[in-house]
């Protein structure tokens, strides 16, 4: 029996917060894939919108439009400590709110992508269970949110490891989980990916 995105979300979450534990003060502080932020700027982010209302939400974006409202959710959380944010995640296991849209979906894309943001910086990478991979990869290139539509545009994307294929054009090809960093911005991974395709998206993505 397929687990629903929900729970593959809390499973993410938890694995996630067991890896945390296992970080030092400076791992905590050092950069992750995502641009001027810290790996406690990660986590600060992923759990920064589990107990906004939806009108929460709507302020946020009224006061940082889409591009600032993440940095806002980041600054609220930015007094807590690695053990406070642990313990907030742990307990909240179970998407609620807005990361509970769609079924799970926003809080699995978002959980697995900004686990490998962490793991990937600090060079302590996993295989991603195949089952929660291939959820995200199914969702991610027709998200608007993400932007991955206008990167892989015209392109053929094919995984080497799971059975994933998408769109039609050049072909890149690459593990699922390069394929999946490439998608939503990761320009970091470029060099695990091949086929007459790949300069295409790696003039896009840098």
Known sequence: MTASLMTMARDERAD??????????????????CAKWTVKDVVAHMVSYEELSKWGVLKRLIRGGFVHSNQIGVDEFSDLAPEELIAFL???L?????????????ALVDGTVHHQDIRRA??????????RLLAVLQRVPSNPRLGAGRRIRGLRLRA???DWTHGAGPEVTGSGEALLM????RASVLGELAGPGQPILAGRLR
Request: no cysteine; aromatic share 6%.
């Open 16 to 33: 996630l917060a067991a890896f945390l534990t296992t970080l030092t003060p400076q791992q905590w502080s050092a950069p992750s894939l």
């Open 90 to 92: 742990s307990s909240h």
């Open 94 to 106: 179970d998407p609620r709110g807005l990361t509970a849209g769609f079924g799970g979906m926003i």
């Open 122 to 131: 600090l060079g302590q990478p996993r295989t991603i269970p195949t089952a």
């Open 160 to 162: 080497t490891d799971v």
């Open 182 to 185: 490439a998608m939503t911005g």
